[in-house]
């Protein structure tokens, strides 16, 4: 707990020098007059906050700048690099994630004033990365482009860490979120003005970075090793089918997949998804390792059902495989007992009594099951394993009384390990929701009292 120190000058009184500040460089047309018209006091704020805060909006406050629209016929193979969406990722910039460039001379006559400073604040603001920021510390020369944004207490006269930890918060987001059109999120100058924001006194904003610093700090690294450790359970399982996979042993037999499976594959047709219909329709987004996740499933009509079905009758206890495109995805049917469809992306394997459907689950899920039907396919730019090439996939296998005891002992290692995972990934949700009720704590007064 931190004792409040006396306080030298109020949130109101610093308002009024950072909108000084903002007439001046609109005086001097380092700006544009965007015409706000903001008026004060501020209704219905979003929190309480202490009498010694004001609630303002960003605009009055922070330079908020855009990128420009930069075209692909300015693209060049070398110049002046100009930020993307990529480049900015949660508390970081990697250059190296997109590099693209305007020619020095394009940059001259028309981007200067889009130059990123150090210590600016920047954001995606549009698309799946529209949230992110990092503090730009690099001495590159880069400018902002489409869809990225840069924020900046006015001559800095408030603490920008502060500005920066603000752009984090759940009620930051959700206030640009309040402006969002249409199905893609793209957020500029107008939603970024209209966010209200706490400003407190200038020692108690340096107060709270410095607090928010250390505990961020702490939660990371602890964040960091639970990560680490929820990799190492995942791995420690694959290692583990690796190894008996390739060492195999005494009385293993090298055999065909389509000589002790019967392979067959979904409609090649799309049906379209009826909401009425009555039977279940799986295709390669429903199959995960090990499970079929039914919890964004598709239905079609009796009529289409019957002339899918009967292609390849899917049938309590069969496997299902995704041969077209991420083929990361093997599972036993164990969790449906009544009839469904599929489609042709998805293989159906039925086993003979020579092998064991979860013993066949664990190879294929394996990373030397992976690899090996990986080997397959073609160098195409879509992966494909046509059901001859599953039928010519070739492994060994032992006998059926040595699978059912290597499959006991995977059970009970794929259990230890998954429950592993549960407290390491419940962890790691903590720590999330740790650091959200830390960060609503700090900008609403409440770490100072």
């Known amino acids: 707990m931190i004792t409040k120190n006396k306080i030298s000058e109020s949130g109101t009184d610093l308002l009024n020098k950072l909108q000084n500040e903002k007439s001046r460089l609109i005086r001097e047309r380092i700006i544009l007059d965007k015409k706000d018209n903001h008026s004060y006091p501020i209704e219905n704020p979003p929190f309480e906050i202490p009498d010694k805060w004001i609630w303002c909006y960003l605009s009055d406050v922070s ?4 990128g420009p629209g930069i075209r692909k016929h300015q693209y060049t193979e070398e110049g002046i690099q100009f930020l993307t969406v990529t480049n900015i990722l949660e508390d970081a910039i990697d250059l190296e994630k997109s590099r693209k460039f305007i020619s020095k001379s394009d940059y001259q006559k028309s981007y200067t004033h889009f130059k990123i400073n150090k210590g600016d604040i920047v954001t995606a603001c549009s ?48 206030s640009l979120n309040i402006h969002v059109t249409g199905q893609q999120p793209n957020y500029g100058y107008s939603h970024f003005s209209k966010i209200p924001i706490p400003l407190p006194p200038l020692d108690e904003q340096k107060r709270i970075v410095e607090i928010l610093d250390k505990a961020f ?14 990799k190492n359970a995942k791995e ?13 042993g005494e009385g293993w037999e090298h055999i065909r997949l389509g000589d002790i499976c019967q392979i067959n594959d979904g409609t090649h047709f799309s049906p379209s998804n009826n909401l009425e219909g009555k039977f279940m329709y799986i295709t390669a987004k429903n199959i995960k390792p090990y499970s079929i996740d039914l919890s ?35 599972a036993t049917i164990n969790t449906i007992e009544e ?51 599953i039928k010519n996939v070739s ?55």
């Open 296 to 330: 964004k499933i598709s239905y079609v009509s009796e009529k289409d059902h019957k002339e899918i079905y009967s292609r390849c009758s899917p049938r309590f206890g069969d496997v299902l495989y995704i041969k077209d495109g991420a083929t990361a995805g093997v």
């Open 236 to 248: 420690l399982f694959e290692s583990y089918l690796e190894g008996v996979f390739s060492k195999k």
């Open 339 to 389: 009839e469904f469809s599929m489609l042709s992306s998805v293989a159906l394997l039925k086993c003979s009594e020579r092998i064991l459907n979860s013993f066949l689950v664990y190879y294929m899920n394996s990373p030397i099951g992976k690899k090996n039907f990986l080997g397959y396919v073609d160098g195409a730019a879509i992966t494909r394993l046509t059901l001859l090439k």
């Open 217 to 230: 700090a702490a939660i990371d690294k602890a964040k960091a090793n639970a990560e680490q450790n929820l």
């Open 63 to 66: 330079i908020i700048q855009e």
């Open 127 to 174: 698309g799946g990365s529209w949230g992110k920021s990092a503090i730009f510390e690099l001495t590159d020369e880069i400018i902002l482009n489409t869809s990225t944004l840069r924020l900046r207490f006015f001559n800095d006269i408030c603490e920008n860490r502060y500005l920066y930890y603000l752009t984090k918060t759940e009620f930051f987001k959700a």
């Open 395 to 449: 492994f060994s296998i032992p006998g059926v009384e040595k699978q059912h005891a290597i499959v006991k002992q995977f059970d009970r290692l794929r259990k230890e390990a998954k429950l592993l995972s549960e407290l390491y990934e419940k962890k790691i949700e903590y720590l999330e929701e740790l650091k959200k009720s830390i960060s609503k704590q700090a900008f609403s007064g409440e770490l100072l009292l």
